[in-house]
């Protein structure tokens, strides 16, 4: 069974950080490209970051020098560093596959950035 576990979110003032992770069991990991998606309130979900296999990234241009996408392929874990945040960071984050995702969802990770 294929699961998804989101953890490290938070409340932070405007300009800090967080780093976020995901656990992945099941047979969705393996060499599969992973990422992070977000979710405003009253919006649609959205791509931020992902990584192929061996360490590719690439970012959405909101985020783009502020975030930092990882994963251990030993741990089957994927994470996001996040730095400079800002209020319109605020959204609930998820892992899955990416670019196309998977019907997996896990429960996602919330973030809340106070101007």
């Known amino acids: 069974q294929v699961q998804l576990v989101e953890s490290g979110g938070g409340l932070v003032q405007a300009g800090g950080s967080l780093r976020l992770s995901c656990a992945a069991s099941?047979?969705?990991?393996?060499?599969?490209?992973m990422g992070w998606y977000r979710q405003a309130p009253g919006k649609q979900r959205d791509l931020v970051a992902h990584?192929?296999?061996?360490?590719?990234?690439n970012y959405a241009d909101s985020v783009k020098g502020r975030f930092t996408i990882s994963r251990d392929n030993v741990k089957n874990t994927v994470s996001l560093q996040m730095n400079s945040l800002k209020p319109e960071d605020t959204a609930v984050y998820y892992c899955?596959?990416?670019?196309?995702?998977?019907?997996?969802w896990g429960r996602g990770t919330a973030v809340t950035v106070s101007s």
């Open positions: 990584i192929t296999s061996i360490g590719i990234t």
């Open positions: 899955n596959t990416a670019p196309t995702y998977s019907p997996f």
């Open positions: 099941g047979r969705i990991f393996s060499d599969r490209r």
